[in-house]
């Protein structure tokens, strides 16, 4: 790191504490704190949101799966292309959700069942966001200090040493914290509107470095061709071995796409806070454009430290590379004590005589041919001397542990070690502040989110005495300031938890009913508060159950099974049951692995919960819901008149239900739905999907064709979309964070707006309720 990095790096923060100073004004009520008084245009929505929810963990979940996968992987995320671009252009679940005008999830539940209903889903909610979201900071920090090559521990004038690991976590906490809590919806949208404007220049950059740099015939692609069978980087039909991949994975990410639209409380606050419900569906169709640039930019970063570290040219580098990261990782664990001292010493002095990698095949015969070849010399080493050194049962399973966390740190790193290797002065430093504003943004938005579940669904629902607007404030900041005390304490003693997946997945499963419960709540008059609650717990109860089950079926069900001697029959009886559905699903029993996989499990979930919710809401519906009142529609609209339906036609309906197009699109939205259409449709599923699918059927494609393929598909057309957007969105954001200011300068604070719901009812329609009924006769 330069001179040059550090100032790219602490100026963008700078701007941003800056930003968050200023915007503190705006903040006079709870509906500014909550959701910006709902007067964000949808540039800033599109532009901030897609910020927020790109956090530095999604990073490093990108670097490990493409550094495995390559090109290949995305090819066949074009399936879903057809679905999402209509649920964009219609707006599903978000476009009706603006419409409600709640500011949380639990506002819009009790709205829609019951206060009860909504003091239940807080509990479940809070737990499974606020634990989820606790191990972030962990990630963003151990990310930092092997980016920038910091110390792992920090002298104290010379009496004892502060890990750094802490220290990073708790400067970088602080920031976030700071500027939630000076304005809360405000601060974090203008400041995550600031990073995204800031990001775009940063992204050009580091695409333009690649593309000038570094050749695609000489550089890039020989390095990404010599592939095992089944794990090629460039051919999507040579991938069997990458991943699981068949048309069931297709329809069950297509229906989960439906389902999960808004469930997710992570970035609550900008469901609400779009001025109008067509400027939020306007926003998520201009994410379309703004979305992909930052993984695009990710996965070119990925494949170039994977042709560093891969490549004959590079050897000697390569070399250098693994060794520091290599030493650092042992000495990160043998500082928390989980790295022995006898085994530390020996390693650290074996790691230097590790040779650079001398052969380079440019084919491979077999999968376990490559695999030799490709194997890390350091992961071979700390499990040779792990092993070696352990003598008794105990000291073993020590010493997996330690190999294993090894693993895990050396692996999840590597791109981000290689990548500060590879990068020269001034695009280090761009790349760590793109990383540092993905970092705060997501601690921005999730402890808002988070804590508001807290204060507004939880306590003030069961308050008896309401809150006065300070004092509500007060206790949203309280609540905010306690999830990240939570998150730091917990990151910090668990930061290297053992099965970080099954504790990701249980948490994200607790809150598996909460899909349908919201998408039906939305669309469906008959669905009732009994539905909604036994939808809720059972979804949460089987989600969870499964993934238990699935950790406890290799140590000791399949072991108790088979000590019964039931293993043929039950082995008869999943094939039976799976056998209408081969070869997509096929359940068999395994000793080491439980039969039905976690994506099949989810599914039979989903089906489960959705049963429940129809089934008992049909049996305990009395009269269906009011959605007109819910979605202040007809009568009780600002403009009172009741809607008048227009005479079917199939252009009307293909164009309100398809494409979207209503009486509000103005004739620039028409050409942005237009642009959606022909970008998505056109050329990202009809050309470069369909129609290579078609011609790789008649004649497939070579490995060198599928190279120059992604070539022009993810490097040159991305570059030239980057540049296009990066100057669009740049004057645009602009112009609506201006007008942003403008709109709560001017906006007037409504104290009854605050969450409070009465007779499912929000406080403050109250009486425009009362008066559009008074006036139609009911």
Known sequence: MFWLDWIIIFIPILVIIVAACKSQKYTRGVADFLSASRVAGRYVVSIASGEATFGLISAVAIFELYYKSGFSYSFWSSLSVPVSLVLGLTGFCNYRFRETKAMTMGQFFEIRYSRSFRVMAAVIQAVSGIINYAIFPAVGARFLIYFLDLPLAIPFFGLFEIPTFGVVMLAFLSLA????????QISIMVTDCLQGLLGYPLYVLLLGYVLIRYSWSQDLEPVLIPRGPGESFLNPYDISKLRDFNLFYVFFGIVNTCLNRISWGGTMGYNGAAK???EAKMGGLLGTWRGSLST?????????????LNGKPHAEQARDIRSQLAAKTLTDLHQRDVMPDGQYQQLLAEIPQVPARSKFSTSYSSSEEFHREMADPYEALVKKVTDAQATTIEEKGKGAVASQQFVTIYQ????PVALREILPMGLTGAFCALMIFSLVSTDTTYMHSWGSVIVQDFVMPLRKKPFTPKEQLRALRIAIASVCAFAFTFSYFFAQMDYILMFFAITGAIWAGASIVITLGLYWRRGTTAGAFVAMIVGALLACGTIVVQYYWPRSIYPWIDANGWVPAWDHALRMLSSPFEPYISWRMDAHKFPINSAEVAFIDTLITIILYVGVSLLTCREPFNMERMLHRGIYSESGKAVVKEPFSLWGFIRRNIFGITEEYTTGDKILACSVIFWSFGLCFGGYFLMVVVWNYFQPWTMEAWGWYFFIKQLIIAAIV?????????????RDLMQLFRDLKAKETNELDNGSVVGNVSAADLDAVKRAEERSGQ
């Not at 695009?296 to 560093?308: D, G, K, P, S, W």
């Not at 999840?412 to 791109?415: E, H, R």
């Not at 980057?722 to 602009?734: D, N």
Request: proline letters at 0%; glycine letters at 8%; hydrophobic letters at 60%.
């Open 177 to 184: 914290l700071f500027i939630t809590l000076a304005g809360g």
């Open 276 to 278: 109008s419900a067509h």
């Open 296 to 308: 695009m930019m990710l996965v070119l970063m990925t494949l170039l430290a994977y042709v560093i």
């Open 412 to 415: 999840q790193m590597t791109v």
């Open 722 to 734: 980057c540049a296009i957007t990066s100057v669009w969105f740049s004057i645009c954001g602009t």
